[in-house]
């Protein structure tokens, strides 16, 4: 792969980001009908349940994916040893929330809680017999079936839901939103690859050194994997003490609103990095030896995406009582104060998001760890002393955490990385002043902005405003972002790269090179 890494690289984000596009628009349309159809309570029931599916689902993979992209050798045997030790782990998970099921619903006070769980076990079950397929899809870059499969089980996942919540299944639509994605992307992910677990005929009469090498090759993985999954657990109650204190002490209706505010307030940033991740993560190990190349494949990838992520996440916060109401209807225009307080620390978040592709791609998963444990703390501690003013106290801590860590997350992960900290302002500096500058204008033009209560009685009101200030918000925010210094040689680069991406979805981009590919590839 490294004969055509640039290409297979923009190949693989072209492919991510046509999907997730069009994954966006699924997800939008099912999100915006389930909160029309779903009470703030049927959300909170789900949300209690999800404590404990998200917290397993958080290290579901236990990391093996990504130790089997970052190795540079990968042989069969260390392959088939990660697969017999993820089915194991898998199902020690599934047990836990067996056991832990019942304990979450007395914690809640909420006893429905605990059927929805065990249900919802059986899925993470599913994921666990793809873990190796997946890795090897990531590893060979193979990234448009994986989006394939992800698109599938998202339909999937929305019809059911859909479906069940017409027929006034509550909270249970919920649930089997996450059955049928769960089941699908597992099946799809097994079908597509094409490795299957068989034991070697040679294995009994593999020699002492060949047996040594898979051994030191597996271990390797596993410990890779390990610490990322430590680093996940200490980091699944950095970012998640805010709803399990919100479910405890104010009970579903407050954690559905707190929950939806959350899960839209932070969409952009899944929307952009997480489906990016794998993609930088297998193209950035690849490089690892040559510092020079690794930092500009790092610069160039993420300047594009804090050039398009920044501004739509001020101008959430900015129009947040109109995004609402357009997005979830007028039952939820409580939750417009909270959507506001996350947008602003989804925001502060996303500056420092990058630095998991450093720990990845460089295998510093052990600094991630004791990173993660450091952010969580603070995390812990700024959510706890909002709690006392309720939702909007608790939000108010989150967003100052988000933000309080910025700085020092850049600085702990270039300690000892192929990067320094001021690689970073190349790629953040110039669209947080752009769209700052952008919002101060649009305050200036609809000073209404600055209230959290809509100034529209409609939805097709609402709409009709968004439509109106977006564009001219985006055009603030273009013509500031140009003219800064530097901004037309930086716009020369982000439209080369959209050119590459543009010509790597319609398929031009690598066409000479497709007859030398193997036929796998090339399938």
């Not at 271990?219 to 405890?248: K, P, Q, S, W």
Request: glycine share 10%.
């Amino acid at each position: 792969m490294l004969d055509d890494l640039q290409g297979r690289s923009v190949r693989s984000g072209a492919v991510r980001l046509l999907a997730q596009g069009f994954q966006t628009i699924v997800a939008v349309g099912t999100g915006a009908a389930l909160a029309r159809l779903l009470t703030p309570a049927d959300f909170g029931v789900y949300a209690m349940a999800f404590t404990l599916i998200g917290f397993v689902s958080w290290f579901r993979d236990f990391g093996l994916p990504l130790a089997l992209t970052q190795r540079d050798v990968l042989t069969d045997s260390a392959a088939r040893a990660i697969f017999v030790t993820g089915i194991k782990l898998t199902g020690g998970l599934v047990l836990f929330i067996v056991l832990m099921a019942p304990v979450v619903a007395a914690f809640y006070d909420e006893p429905r809680v605990r059927l929805a769980a065990l249900i919802m076990s059986t899925g993470v079950l599913a994921l666990g017999f793809a873990i190796v397929p997946e890795g090897l899809l990531i590893r060979r870059m193979r990234f448009g079936a994986l989006a394939t499969i992800e698109t599938a089980s998202g339909l999937a996942g929305m019809a059911v839901a859909v479906v069940a919540a017409l027929n006034g299944a509550g909270y249970w639509a919920l649930v089997c939103q996450f059955m049928a994605l769960t089941l699908v992307k597992s099946a799809g992910v097994c079908f597509v690859s094409d490795w299957r677990f068989r034991r070697s005929k040679t294995d009994a009469h593999t020699s002492p050194a060949s047996a040594a090498e898979a051994a030191s090759s597996s271990g390797a993985m596993f410990r890779y994997g390990r610490d990322l999954t430590a680093a996940r657990i200490v980091r699944y109650f950095g970012v998640n003490a805010d709803r399990i204190l919100i479910g405890r002490f104010h009970g579903s209706a407050a954690l559905g609103l707190y929950d939806n505010a959350l899960r839209w307030s932070r969409y952009p940033l899944r929307q952009v990095f997480m489906p990016l991740q794998t993609v930088f993560v297998s193209t950035l190990s690849r490089v690892a030896g040559n510092p020079a190349r690794y930092r500009n494949a790092f610069q160039k990838g993420t300047l594009p995406i804090y050039t398009v992520l920044v501004p739509m996440l001020v101008y959430l916060l900015l129009d947040a009582p109109a995004v609402v109401l357009v997005l979830l209807g007028d039952q939820w225009l409580d939750a417009v104060p909270l959507f506001r307080l996350l947008s602003l620390a989804a925001l502060g978040q996303s500056l420092r998001r990058a630095t998991d592709w450093l720990y990845l791609s460089e295998g510093r998963t052990d600094s991630q760890l004791r990173w993660n444990g450091i952010a969580a703390g603070v995390q812990i501690a700024c959510v706890v002393i909002g709690l006392r003013w309720g939702s909007v106290g608790v939000a108010a801590g989150f967003a100052i955490a988000s933000w309080l860590l910025v700085v020092p997350d850049i600085l702990y992960c270039t300690r000892g990385s192929l990067l320094s900290a001021r690689d970073f302002l190349p790629m953040t500096w110039r669209p947080l002043i752009a769209a700052s500058v952008g919002g101060v204008l649009a305050l200036l033009v609809w000073p209404e902005l600055l209230s959290n209560s809509p100034t529209v009685a409609s939805e097709g009101a609402a709409l009709r405003g968004v439509l109106q200030r977006l564009p001219a918000f985006v055009a603030a925010y273009t013509v500031v972002w140009v003219g800064l210094p530097g901004g037309r040689a930086a716009l020369r680069d982000v439209l080369a790269l959209a050119s590459l991406l543009g010509a790597a979805s319609s398929g031009r981009q690598g066409r000479d090179r497709r007859e030398d590919q193997p036929e796998s590839d090339r399938t």
